[in-house]
């Protein structure tokens, strides 16, 4: 079988390292090219030497069409921006392209809608497999309990995290809407300070703590009377991220445009 050669954008980033050793090890999967932005002190370095798998024969660059051409997919956990050029790029090229950045806004997701009309896009606020499991429970758990129980979503990360809540906090809040039957937009509720009064019925809280070298620490409570369910995930380890999209983009090689999660991918469904 032919490997699938993939594509590193954010190459010399932390993530980005992490997932050249990941394809590295991952069978079925070959590196083909990695992506810096203008004027990183990477570009011109071999990919594999930097993320420390020995000599890739793959130069970081700064041009990602040519590279895009001859691949089969590309991994992307840059940021928001930088996410949809590459979704344009990848839609043009026909590759698969895997969506982990976080900080998405409306005009972003409209943006990955478009480009999943051309292209095979697979994006998830988290690609472990115990998120995904967690964000089924969550949208169950939502089904079954009214709204005597409060949902509140509590997320931990790193002190150099930019955005919150993180993206999987929110694929979290998204999931309890779901099970709600509401909108997430229409009852999320962030940032409280001073008086805020009493807490709305219906709404989902969210709290984001940041701190020391935290990977990522997620719980959905559910808090009724006298009584309170918790579920939650720990990460210990990047490498459950990467794993799961080199997982995703080998699952979406030849499958039909659109968008895709990675309940997809694992084949999750209530």
Same mark, same amino acid.
């Given at each position: 079988?032919?490997?699938?050669?993939?594509?590193?954008?954010?190459?010399?980033?932390?993530?980005?390292?992490?997932?050249?050793?990941?394809?590295?090890?991952?069978?079925?999967?070959?590196?083909?090219?990695?992506?810096?932005?203008?004027?990183?002190?990477?570009?011109?370095?071999?990919?594999?030497?930097?993320?420390?798998?020995?000599?890739?024969?793959?130069?970081?660059?700064?041009?990602?069409?040519?590279?895009?051409?001859?691949?089969?997919?590309?991994?992307?956990?840059?940021?928001?921006? %930088?996410?949809?050029?590459? &979704?344009?790029?990848? *839609?043009?090229? +026909?590759?698969?392209? @895997? !969506? /982990?950045?976080?900080?998405?806004?409306?005009?972003?997701?409209?943006?990955?809608?478009?480009?999943?009309?051309?292209?095979?896009?697979?994006?998830?606020?988290?690609?472990?497999?115990?998120?995904?499991?967690?964000?089924?429970?969550?949208?169950?758990?939502?089904?079954?309990?009214?709204?005597?129980?409060?949902?509140?979503?509590?997320?931990?990360?790193?002190?150099?995290?930019?955005?919150?809540?993180?993206?999987?906090?929110?694929?979290?809040?998204?999931?309890?809407?779901?099970?709600?039957?509401?909108?997430?937009?229409?009852?999320?509720?962030?940032?409280?300070?001073?008086?805020?009064? %009493?807490?709305?019925?219906? &709404?989902?809280?969210? *709290?984001?703590? +940041?701190?020391?070298? @935290? !990977? /990522?620490?997620?719980?959905?409570?559910?808090?009724?009377?006298?009584?309170?369910?918790?579920?939650?995930?720990?990460?210990?380890?990047?490498?459950?991220?990467?794993?799961?999209?080199?997982?995703?983009?080998?699952?979406?090689?030849?499958?039909?445009?659109?968008?895709?999660?990675?309940?997809?991918?694992?084949?999750?469904?209530?």
């Amino acid at each position: 079988m032919t490997e699938m050669r993939l594509v590193v954008v954010g190459a010399a980033g932390r993530m980005g390292r992490m997932l050249i050793r990941t394809i590295h090890d991952m069978p079925g999967a070959t590196l083909c090219g990695a992506i810096e932005r203008e004027g990183s002190i990477a570009l011109g370095q071999d990919a594999g030497l930097l993320a420390g798998t020995g000599k890739a024969n793959v130069v970081i660059t700064d041009d990602p069409l040519p590279v895009f051409a001859k691949a089969d997919g590309v991994l992307d956990f840059t940021s928001p921006d %930088a996410t949809v050029a590459f &979704a344009g790029l990848a *839609a043009q090229a +026909r590759i698969v392209h @895997v !969506v /982990g950045t976080t900080g998405l806004e409306d005009e972003h997701l409209a943006a990955l809608d478009a480009a999943a009309r051309h292209a095979v896009i697979v994006r998830s606020g988290n690609m472990s497999l115990g998120v995904n499991l967690l964000a089924a429970l969550v949208r169950r758990v939502a089904r079954t309990l009214d709204e005597d129980f409060d949902i509140e979503i509590v997320e931990m990360h790193h002190r150099m995290k930019v955005d919150a809540p993180s993206g999987t906090a929110l694929m979290l809040g998204e999931a309890a809407a779901q099970g709600r039957g509401v909108s997430l937009k229409d009852h999320s509720e962030r940032g409280r300070d001073g008086i805020t009064g %009493a807490r709305k019925p219906g &709404a989902i809280g969210f *709290a984001s703590l +940041r701190g020391g070298t @935290v !990977v /990522g620490e997620h719980s959905a409570i559910f808090a009724g009377p006298s009584e309170r369910i918790v579920l939650s995930h720990a990460a210990e380890d990047r490498g459950i991220f990467a794993r799961g999209a080199v997982k995703a983009a080998l699952w979406g090689k030849g499958r039909k445009p659109g968008l895709y999660s990675m309940a997809d991918v694992l084949g999750l469904d209530d």
